[in-house]
């Protein structure tokens, strides 16, 4: 084992909260406990997490009093009525000091008042939920021609799933209202002005929870613009400004909605805000309206009012106890004098939220004449450590467990430190990261880091020590995240026999290492639509103080596509290569081959089980390698979904027989479910071509999306 420092302060952690904890627990009464029952394993948590959040205080009361009762249960009943169950009942054991026990009763949220006064030490809600009712059949009318059925529908009840259970189709009043306005919004961004939706003939069967509704829909004529006219206005008067000519007439052919006409009145209000109007405004008016073969065409004026030209008083911070205002001046590109921009001042706050050390950034104007006003910014400073347990597990590490101390703001200037640390059954690993954010200018972050790895590979044990220091930069217009670093590491791979044309065991490298990362995903976690580049490319020499000369580059692309709401198709394509100057026997570290397999690669087999083998049949790893996945994903639930996916990896041992000399291929599938921190898999990969010493397959349990 090793990281022996940073896993006995982990112990050393975990026994000083017992201790603080068993002090407490000696000086301070016990906390009043509650406890939720009746609603499954999840949603007891949940509900649980709701009652917490009624506390008044962070700190758990000593004991629960009537009004904190009544209002939990008008939650319950709240929640448990949105979710579809609308006469459940709610049972509450109270246990009080001395001991005794009492049980109240509540079919209704307003029952009668609990006694006072009333202070119980501990609290379990019993909940029944009864019937769940839910739409059996949802009618349209109206909507022929609008938008598409499936879509129409889709406001009310969920379309998509593969299994049509009762759970996706809950009926509450509310929903139904919500139901009935967002089918009103949707219409009106295509166009169409004042729709009506109704819904009708509304039956529930309070025994079987069945409901059946009607939704009537009259849209009137779709509004399209035909041209606007720009002028500007003189802020006192109604008079126009300037001299209005044709050339301020804009032919146009849009659809007319509310949402557009606010786009185009801010694309107009910014154009102003650029010259110190920051009071500009603009109104309106429909200069004509014609109605052709059920369209209505109409005419628009945008009067444009820039009102008085605005300076900058002072810049001005409030809140920041901790936190320099020099460092606050510099992410805020605003200065007494200057003509004020809106646009740019709400740009300073943008950058002073990612700073990452204030939990709330605000911005106001204070007016100080005529023509003059303050930028003042008020933040709320957040916590300056934290410290967070992390647990998981990975078909091949299996279980894995560790900490996260993180440091926030540190000598006030927004700096901040990571340091990680995990154990697994098969590895052990240590990361620190200090970061120096906009120290070189906007979006220019400097950093410092160091890492520990001793990691058992199926071919051979890994060991990897170093750290170094790089800048980073994000290109915000372009999604994309550019970094080059120094880096120093000392690489060990440890095996009884590792032939010496495969590469060295032990290796100082010293590299520049270039890092480009570009995402466009809806969704970083559970990615639906979009896709994603990430490419690393490290180049080594001797005359960066290691012993090796080599360059390595990888690349991996991934896209994902909606089919349907419920239905996706993920695409996957990585490829790497390694090269040297004097051929792997003395250029080349072990660690720095490629290895694939695993959850995350080639789903046939374990993590490295897919390398090249040698004459007896050992993983020697691969030069270069080039791998594709194809998934398709079908949702059972809004949270649960199967995947059927092929996965294909060619490769060589040599870079000589670049790109590929060999090739894997694996089929399988799997079930997926949606969780906060990314989506639980279990997958099982089957090997199309297994090698004489491959396995037939393999199962996958792990956490995260593949690619």
């Not at 052709?292 to 900058?312: Q, S």
Request: glycine letters at 8%.
């Amino acid at each position: 084992m090793i990281l022996t420092r940073p896993n006995g302060f982990f112990f050393l952690c975990v026994l000083c909260a017992s201790v603080v904890l068993s002090f407490s627990q000696e000086t301070n009464s016990e906390p009043a406990k509650l406890k939720v029952r009746g609603y499954g394993l999840f949603g007891n948590r949940e509900l649980k997490g709701l009652l917490t959040m009624l506390q008044s205080s962070e700190e758990r009361p000593e004991v629960f009093e009537a009004n904190y009762v009544e209002d939990a249960v008008l939650v319950l009943f709240s929640r448990l009525g949105r979710d579809g169950y609308l006469f459940p009942t709610i049972r509450v054991v109270a246990e009080f000091r001395d001991g005794a026990r009492q049980e109240f009763f509540w079919s209704e949220p307003l029952g009668e008042p609990l006694p006072r006064p009333l202070e119980a030490k501990r609290l379990e809600f019993k909940i029944e939920p009864g019937v769940l009712f839910y739409f059996e059949e949802v009618r349209f009318a109206g909507i022929d021609e609008l938008i598409p059925l499936r879509d129409a529908a889709h406001f009310f009840i969920e379309t998509d799933a593969l299994l049509q259970v009762r759970k996706n189709r809950r009926y509450a009043p509310e929903k139904l209202r919500n139901g009935v306005r967002n089918l009103e919004e949707a219409l009106q961004r295509l166009g169409y002005e004042n729709p009506a939706v109704v819904a009708t003939n509304l039956l529930v069967q309070t025994n079987t929870g069945a409901v059946t509704v009607d939704i009537f829909v009259d849209a009137g004529p779709q509004s399209i613009v035909r041209s606007i006219e720009r002028v500007v206005g003189n802020s006192d008067t109604n008079e126009l400004a300037g001299d209005q000519t044709a050339s301020n007439v804009i032919a146009t052919n849009v659809i007319y909605s509310r949402v557009w006409e606010q786009d185009f009145a801010q694309r107009l209000r910014r154009e102003q805000y650029e010259e110190g109007f920051a009071d500009a405004r603009v109104e309106f008016t429909h200069l004509a309206r014609e109605l052709h073969a059920g369209t209505n065409y109409i005419d628009l004026r945008a009067r444009l009012i820039p009102g008085k030209k605005i300076r900058v008083g002072e810049v001005k911070f409030e809140g920041n106890e901790e936190t320099k205002d020099t460092v606050m001046r510099r992410r805020v590109n605003v200065a007494a004098g200057d003509l004020l921009d809106p646009v740019q001042a709400e740009r300073g706050r943008y950058r002073l939220a990612r700073l990452g050390i204030f939990d709330s950034v605000e911005l106001r104007y204070d007016e100080v004449g005529e023509d003059t006003r303050d930028v003042v910014y008020t933040v709320d400073e957040g916590r300056t450590l934290n410290f967070s347990i992390l647990a998981g597990y990975g078909s091949y590490e299996q279980l894995r467990g560790g900490f996260e101390l993180e440091q926030y703001n540190l000598w006030g200037r927004a700096h901040s430190s990571r340091l990680k640390v995990i154990q697994s059954l098969k590895s052990s690993r240590a990361e620190y990261l200090y970061t120096m954010p906009e120290l070189l200018g906007e979006d220019f972050d400097v950093f410092l880091n160091a890492s520990g790895l001793r990691r058992e590979e199926i071919a051979f044990t890994r060991k990897e020590f170093g750290g170094g220091a790089g800048v980073s930069r994000h290109f915000r217009q372009i999604d994309t995240d550019l970094s080059l670093r120094y880096n120093y590491q000392v690489l060990s791979a440890t095996r009884e026999e590792v032939p010496p044309e495969f590469g060295m065991q032990e290796a100082n490298v010293g590299s520049f290492i270039f890092d480009l990362r570009h995402d466009r995903r809806d969704n970083p976690l559970t990615p639906r639509g979009g896709y994603k580049v990430f490419s690393t490319f490290e180049v080594a020499s001797e005359a960066l103080l290691g012993d090796v000369d080599f360059q390595r580059m990888e690349t991996s692309i991934s896209y994902h596509h909606p089919i349907s709401r419920l239905q996706w198709i993920h695409f996957g394509v990585a490829h790497g290569f390694v090269t040297t100057v004097a051929g792997p026997a003395e250029d080349l570290p072990v660690n720095r081959r490629f290895f694939p397999g695993g959850d995350n690669s080639i789903r046939g087999y374990q993590y490295g089980e897919a390398a090249p083998r040698d004459a007896g049949g050992d993983l020697v790893g691969a030069e270069t390698y080039t791998l594709g996945n194809i998934e398709f994903e079908q949702g059972i639930t809004a949270t649960w979904s199967v995947v059927f996916f092929f996965d294909a990896l060619g490769m060589a041992t040599s870079i000589d027989d670049w790109p590929v000399n060999e090739a894997l291929y694996s089929v399988g599938l799997g079930v997926r479910w949606k969780t906060i921190i990314g989506p639980v898999r279990l997958e099982y990969g089957h090997n199309l071509n297994p090698r004489d010493d491959d396995p037939n397959g393999t199962l996958h349990l792990s956490i995260g999306f593949p690619f």
